[in-house]
């Protein structure tokens, strides 16, 4: 299984926040529907991919076909997929790189390509494979701390990942405009 440090992911999370979900999905007990719904609500901006949905709407976000369709920024491609889709995503992802502003190619929980991630990292892409944006926000700040995952440290002190209002968001960040 792939490691990744703690500063990767922060800085990834602090510095990255117009996010493509691929697989993501309307229906609200769906994995990939909680977590945009967490990551919007954190002040990111998602804009989720799915061939079966494209022009219907996913919490008041339009939904497009593929990343050829998707209006950039976009700085994380977030594969929901399975790892066998993995390659062609990053294929496409590679095509419109340029032109979103692609950084970081992020494959979910359980989602492991060594073809995708080659890809990606011979292309200058930072690559995380088999972990949740969600998951790592939530962990990192804190919030999910007292849920049950083991940060290895005791203490009642807010982590200092916070810097502005709760958030990941840099201080000299502008804010983030709600999608229309």
């Not at 920024?73 to 390659?87: C, G, N």
């Not at 032109?99 to 989602?111: A, T």
């Not at 939530?138 to 919030?143: F, M, N, T």
Request: net charge positive.
């Amino acid at each position: 299984m792939p490691t990744y440090s703690d500063d990767l992911i922060k800085s990834i999370l602090r510095n990255n926040r117009f996010i493509a979900m691929i697989g993501a999905s309307g229906n609200e007990m769906r994995p990939s529907y909680f977590a945009m719904k967490y990551l919007l609500d954190k002040g990111f901006r998602v804009r989720p991919v799915n061939p079966g949905l494209a022009g219907k709407t996913i919490l008041n976000q339009e939904v497009y076909a593929s990343l050829k369709d998707v209006p950039g920024p976009i700085e994380i491609v977030d594969i929901f997929r399975s790892a066998e889709f993995a390659p062609k995503i990053v294929a496409e992802a590679l095509e419109e790189k340029d032109r979103l502003g692609i950084k970081v190619i992020w494959m979910q929980l359980g989602v492991i390509s060594e073809e995708a991630a080659k890809m990606a990292e011979d292309a200058g892409l930072t690559v995380i494979m088999d972990r949740c944006p969600k998951i790592e926000y939530g962990r990192l700040s804190g919030e999910i701390g007292w849920m049950g995952i083991n940060r290895k440290v005791i203490d009642n002190r807010k982590p200092k990942l916070f810097q502005k209002g709760g958030s990941l968001m840099r201080e000299d960040r502008p804010s983030l405009k709600k999608a229309d």
